[in-house]
Nanobody, 117 residues
Framework: QVQLVESGGGLVQPGGSLRLSCAASRSIFSINVVAWPRQAPGTQRELVAL?????????NYADSVKGRFTISRDGAKNAVYLQMNSLKPEDTAVYYC?????????WGQGTQVTVSS
């Protein structure tokens, strides 16, 4: 069974940066999308960044993070990253990584990001 293990969350001051990492325990055949959704308490889960894999489509970001967050992927390491710069208090949430194939979706356990002074 594939597991996605996240790391890199924590407490950061406004204006700071964090880099989230997510690694799969083994290769996943035919991934077509990797993504980072997040969920703050009392809110619905929000898609922060999405990257198509294997051609076709373009990387998308939520308007609230455009220009500040960058999603990237290392296929050789079965890993995906989210570089978060200029963090704001409203970025506080649990961040999940998500790998999708045509028929399956894999989720990380979630990592807490707290932006506070």
């Amino acid at each position: 069974q594939v597991q996605l293990v996240e790391s890199g969350g924590g407490l950061v001051q406004p204006g700071g940066s964090l880099r989230l990492s997510c690694a799969a325990s083994r290769s996943i055949f035919s991934i077509n999308v990797v993504a980072w959704p997040r969920q703050a308490p009392g809110t619905q889960r929000e898609l922060v960044a999405l990257m198509p894999v294997g051609g076709g489509g373009s990387t998308n970001y939520a308007d609230s993070v455009k220009g500040r967050f960058t999603i990237s992927r290392d296929g050789a390491k079965n890993a995906v990253y989210l570089q978060m710069n200029s963090l704001k208090p409203e970025d506080t949430a649990v961040y999940y990584c998500n790998f999708r194939t045509r028929s399956l979706a894999y989720w990380g356990q979630g990592t807490q990001v707290t932006v506070s002074s």
